[in-house]
């Protein structure tokens, strides 16, 4: 598949304009580059491992006398 090509399947199955499209950027990946990232994030993961948070959570109670 050619430039041209994923720009006018892009611009068929969008309704968009191929100017438009080829404004956009869209570019063929190649499947054995397991590494590409067009715009690498410096962000860590966004997630919340619970189980940590419980086990900070979880302190032992002493009844005081």
Do not use: C, H, K, Y
Request: proline share 8%; net charge negative.
């Amino acid at each position: 598949m050619t430039q041209q090509d994923l720009d006018t399947a892009v611009a068929r199955a969008t309704g968009e304009d191929i100017t438009q499209i080829r404004r956009r950027g869209f570019s063929i990946a190649d499947p054995l580059n397991v590494e590409f990232d067009p715009e690498p994030s410096t962000f860590p993961p966004q997630v919340i491992d619970w189980d940590e948070i419980d086990r900070s959570r979880n302190v032992a109670l002493f009844a005081q006398r």
